[in-house]
């Protein structure tokens, strides 16, 4: 008779492996659960704060029509302009010159004068990039006054009345490229039978034009920032998208679920420097000039200006680069699946639609019918908020009432100017009166107004315009243009005084914005990751120690990634790893609410609240007195304008008004505690009717039902 085998021998193990097994799983579950946020937040902040907080212009390809010594001499002028920023050609012709910049070859043109002339012409193309175009304008025009030309602008390819800032373009790229590559993450694990190319194609082929149609109607019959070339548009998108998608879809057979890192990285946190759409790439480093080249955001970014702009003039190049994508893209995929069949690395094959899988990671399981509205319905609500939202308050910025005292020597000059000023200004100032420059100026710094208008204090005199660039770049710009104006049409000089200029390692007024989105964006992942790879994290006694150390841990390491490494944040230490844990761990529990819940679905009105909603209510990147109205009201109450706000008060302000806005964040946190103490309670009360502890599932509120696996089938929606 056979003595019984011990537990664990007969397959060749000893025994207490499979505990040593479960162990090195939850180590490598935990490590996991922190590193794909910390990689993502680390990947897109590093670049874009890199990258855009302090902008130098580099080899701005540039045309001088003209012939003989004197345009030479320009040529040369412009070589030797501030290190390299301008790459001149001369060209003879003018309507070759012109032909250049209506293929985007070059950047602007400067037409020297002719026939015993002195005025220049500079020609631009603000549909080519409204910053790139006031760049060639800085480059040329200086160059001409040296030459005691005077110059006239003249745009050969205006924007439409519908999209004065040119950001049509750019959010119905990021919208293209979005509906490439964010479905595959939730197709990965709810129906991964849909992966194998048979069934992909097509249902790309149709998803790309419905997608592409969406975005089309949102930037044109409703917010009016588009008009007509439907169908080259769609056309565009078909492509745009199936790269994109074929690009992932190559991924998630070579990485599985992990290749949401490497999608994120190629297609947004490369692809938005890269594109020439945002910012001039010849403001960029060298790298993202190769890249503005090769990768589809950029290409796809072009080729929609090319047929909205310009008469389809070079659609072709980057049609082709997109083109070469999915080829590659399509063969490599072919190649892997006649190798490996249909299987995503680190998870069980799956050809049966039928197949109990949760609809989304984290979540319970769910019928095929439900799990396939999952898929589509997930990524056209962020497509649509995204594209929706942004364009909607950023397509078109108006200067409404923006607050501005009017300083005189006497209190009845100071009223007399100001109604004169608001008559002819309409509603693009609100005014108010003073006789203290002082007690004015300090409103600028506690940023209750953006400028302060002195009279001239003799007949004379000058006036002088009180501004701040740290208080917002764009306010600071248009309201020196607006009373520029405004002295030239009283024949008044104007002096223009910065009482807190920007520094030089934050040139273009950005690094508020994305320090503040760095601290949002770390607060919103984790609990998006925690809810789809660990959904058994079901109480707040377990869930809020790794929130609390993963909050102070990223206010470190982001400081210390601004501020040592890039250079954009300098000093303010103690500050901004206070202030930046404070916010991650209040959006944190923002988020934690709606995820407990609403399971995955519920970071999309996360995302609507602290990000969509947040960027044109913040000031950050376009003045709040630019946007539509209702974004000031909520100024005051969002999350993200208030770390914006306190960000720039730590950095430029001593700290003035600095109370109200860590108020703002801390009230959210707090609630949101609160509320998550109430999510506990109902948990314990069904698992009293239940009868269980609690400790398995991870359906919404602490679902009990059976959930997806965690570790090798780690969840990112």
């Keep these: 008779m056979e003595s019984p085998t011990p537990v664990g021998v007969a397959s060749g193990r000893e025994p207490g492996s499979h505990e040593a097994d479960r162990r090195k799983e939850e180590i490598a579950k935990k490590v996991f659960i922190f590193l794909i946020p910390f990689l993502m937040v680390t990947m897109m902040y590093a670049t874009y704060m890199g990258t855009m907080h302090s902008p130098q212009t580099r080899d701005m390809p540039v045309a001088v029509v003209g012939s003989g010594a004197v345009a030479q001499s320009v040529v040369d002028e412009l070589e030797s302009v501030r290190d390299g920023a301008a790459a001149p050609r001369l060209v003879s012709d003018r309507s070759k010159a012109l032909d250049l910049l209506k293929d985007r070859d070059v950047a602007g043109v400067l037409l020297i004068p002719a026939d015993g002339s002195t005025e220049a012409t500079v020609y631009t193309a603000q549909a080519a990039g409204a910053s790139q175009a006031g760049t060639v304008k800085q480059l040329l025009t200086p160059v001409a006054a040296g030459h005691d030309w005077t110059t006239r602008t003249e745009d050969i390819a205006p924007l439409p009345s519908g999209d004065s800032s040119g950001t049509a373009m750019l959010f119905a790229t990021i919208g293209m490229i979005m509906a490439g590559y964010v479905p595959l993450s939730a197709m990965t694990g709810a129906t991964p039978q849909l992966l194998a190319l048979r069934r992909f194609l097509p249902l790309l082929a149709g998803w790309a034009v419905g997608t592409s149609t969406l975005i089309w109607l949102i930037l044109g019959p409703i917010v009016g920032a588009l008009d007509g070339n439907y169908l080259k548009f769609v056309g565009v998108g078909l492509v745009a998208t199936s790269a994109a998608a074929l690009g992932q879809l190559l991924l998630v057979k070579t990485l599985g679920r992990l290749a949401v890192v490497p999608g994120m990285l190629l297609w947004v946190v490369f692809g938005v420097p890269s594109s020439n759409l945002a910012m001039s790439i010849h403001q960029m480093p060298g790298f993202f000039g190769f890249l503005h080249g090769v990768l589809p955001m950029p290409a796809t970014g072009e080729a929609l200006r090319s047929i909205t702009y310009f008469d389809g003039r070079g659609v072709g190049g980057h049609l082709l680069t997109l083109a070469i994508w999915i080829v590659v893209t399509l063969s490599l995929s072919v190649l892997i699946e006649r190798r490996k069949g249909n299987v995503v690395p680190g998870d069980e094959p799956s050809e049966d639609p039928n197949a109990p899988l949760p609809a989304m990671a984290g ?107 740290a208080a917002g770049a764009s306010q600071h710009s248009a309201l020196q243009a607006m009373f520029q104006q405004v002295a030239t049409s009283q024949h008044t000089p104007l002096k223009l005084t910065d009482v807190e200029p920007l520094t030089e390692s934050d040139s273009n007024g950005s690094n508020s914005m994305y320090a503040a989105m760095s601290w949002i964006m770390s607060g919103f992942l984790i609990m998006a990751v925690l809810r789809g790879a660990a959904p058994e994290i079901k109480r707040l006694r377990k869930l809020l120690p790794m929130v609390i150390g993963w909050s102070i841990g990223m206010g470190v390491w982001l400081w210390f990634l601004f501020d040592v490494l890039i250079g954009a944040i300098n000093g303010h230490a103690p500050a901004m790893i206070g202030f930046g844990a404070l916010t991650i761990f209040s959006i944190a529990m923002f988020t934690g609410v709606f995820t407990r819940t609403l399971g995955i679905a ?50 430029y302000f001593d700290n003035s008004g600095i109370g109200g806005h860590l108020l703002t964040i801390a009230a959210w946190g707090a609630v949101c505690l609160l509320l998550h103490l109430g999510i506990d309670r109902a948990i314990a009360r069904r698992d009293r009717r239940r009868g269980t502890d609690g400790t398995n599932g991870g359906g919404p509120a602490g679902d009990d039902r059976q959930t997806g696996p965690t570790l090798d089938r780690t969840g990112i929606a």
């Excluded at 007399?416 to 008559?423: E, F, I, S």
């Design 363 to 469: 979540g319970p399981m769910r019928s095929k019918r439900f799990r396939y509205f999952a898929v589509a319905a997930f990524p056209l609500a962020i497509l649509t908020v995204v594209v929706g939202l942004m364009s909607a308050s950023l397509h078109q910025p108006e200067v409404r009432d923006m607050p501005v005292v009017v300083v005189g020597a006497s209190q009845d000059q100071a009223d007399q100017a100001a109604r004169g000023l608001q008559d002819g200004m309409g509603g693009l100032l609100a005014l108010t009166t003073s006789t203290s420059l002082d007690k004015a100026t300090d409103q600028i710094r506690d940023r209750e107004v953006v400028g302060v208008y002195v009279l001239p204090a003799s007949k004379d005199g000058a006036a002088t315009l009180y501004t701040s660039s």
């Design 602 to 651: 519920g970071l999309i009105p996360v995302m609507v609240i602290a990000l969509m909603i947040g960027i044109p209510a913040s000031g950050g990147g376009i003045s709040l007195y630019m946007v539509p109205e209702v974004f000031r009201d909520l100024n005051d109450v969002l999350p993200l304008p208030a770390a914006v706000d306190v960000i720039r008060a730590t950095v």
